[in-house]
């Protein structure tokens, strides 16, 4: 480590920390672990805030498999730190770190969720979020993430600063906007443009927040929880449907001389949103498909070829999106007191995930590790 005064600070070496572990599905643990060393390159973080994501929670239902169960793809480690959406201040970095992310100790931080090797073929194309040897932060050994007082950021971690002045739950809401912005950035919406955002949870008010932004005809939000529609709207959707009261296809067609939408962004992780999707578009609208499904899901391909001729996309992360993503939110254009609806100790994590698992309950669940 450098001694230079200005990149370093009181060295963390024997101290310990309260951390949340993975031991496998449904048996997640808050351990006194040793706060973690930076090595050359590397910085410590103080925690500031950690959200809870719904790929937290099917982790920790098992929906999909832990490394060393070969019935499944994998997914996530067992004895590993989890939390892929924070914020921190940097406690410990050395000059070759300061210098390759231009920040210093005290400064607020956050890092992408994907940490590429910068070396394959997806890195050197510039498709550094497909990285094929990558860690990733929660949910890899090698990469602990931010559920704990502390965490390092590797040297090949894509690192940001963020406005000390805001609420640490609103800077580490960052993660999943930039998701819901690449999604967005996917769709290729255009002037005049009908878009259809099914879901209403973080990323999908993100989602209406981004596609506001593109100027659009109408940005028309879908969710059965009328108290997250009217989020929706406060986040950019002109016309809202509780789908369990309305049909949105009726609503769809009304909007657009019976045609259908030109865009549908999937963000809610329920099987029947694709085939509601399918159903609400126009001959050679666009799809894109951003959330993690429980099981696999099944549709009727002719739909898609045959019948409109459809493109659809995949959105993976949060690729070039970031800085969009400071920005919005530093901002104050989102509500984000609203979004941000829960904050928690570390020692509450277990109320953190049931609240996260009902979704009538809460929109982003944060932990406050400090």
């Known amino acids: 480590m450098s001694s230079s005064p200005e990149t370093t600070a009181p060295h ?51 929906a999909a498999k832990f490394w060393g169960d070969d019935d499944r793809p994998a997914w996530a ?27 210093q100790v005290g400064d607020r931080v956050v890092a992408e969720q994907i940490v590429p090797c910068g070396e394959c073929r997806y890195c050197r194309r510039g498709d550094y979020h497909m990285c094929g040897p990558h860690d990733i932060f929660g949910f890899k050994r ?34 999943p906007l930039s998701c819901s912005l690449h999604a967005v950035e996917r769709a290729g919406i255009r002037f005049g443009d009908v878009v259809v955002v099914a879901g209403c949870g973080p990323i999908g008010l993100g989602m209406v927040a981004g596609a506001r932004a593109k100027s659009p005809a109408h940005v028309v939000a879908l969710d059965t929880v009328p108290a997250k529609l009217e989020l929706a709207r406060r986040c950019g959707a002109d016309v809202v449907v509780d789908i369990s009261q309305q049909d949105p296809a009726e609503v769809v ?29 126009r001959k050679r609208g666009t799809f894109v498909e951003y959330s993690v499904f429980k099981e696999p899901v099944s ?37 984000m007191d609203e979004i941000c609806s829960h904050q928690l100790p570390i020692s509450r994590f277990q109320e953190g995930l049931d609240l996260v698992a009902d979704s009538s309950r809460s929109v982003k669940v944060s932990l406050l590790p400090g």
Request: hydrophobic share 40%.
């Open 12 to 62: 963390a070496a024997g101290r310990t920390m309260q951390a949340v572990v993975c031991h496998g599905p449904q048996d997640y643990r808050l351990e006194e672990l040793p706060v973690p060393t930076a090595g050359p390159g590397e910085a410590l973080v103080r925690v500031q805030a950690v959200g809870i994501c719904a790929s937290d929670l099917k982790c920790y239902h098992g």
């Open 77 to 103: 480690e067992t004895e590993v730190v989890p939390g892929h959406e924070f914020v921190g201040e940097v406690a410990e970095i050395d000059d070759e770190a300061a210098a390759r992310w231009g920040v």
């Open 142 to 175: 090698a990469t602990p993430g931010a559920m704990a007082e502390y965490m390092v950021f590797p040297a090949n971690a894509r690192v940001h600063k963020v406005d000390p002045s805001i609420p640490p739950q609103h800077a580490a809401f960052v993660e």
């Open 253 to 281: 067609r009304g909007l657009t001389d019976g045609y259908g939408a030109d865009v549908y962004i999937e963000g809610t992780g329920h099987p029947s949103a694709v085939g509601q999707g399918l159903d609400l578009l």
């Open 299 to 335: 549709v009727d391909w002719s739909i898609i070829s045959d019948d409109k001729e459809l493109d659809v996309l995949g959105a993976h992360l949060g690729a070039y999106t970031w800085p969009a993503a400071i920005a919005m939110v530093e901002s104050g254009v989102l509500p």
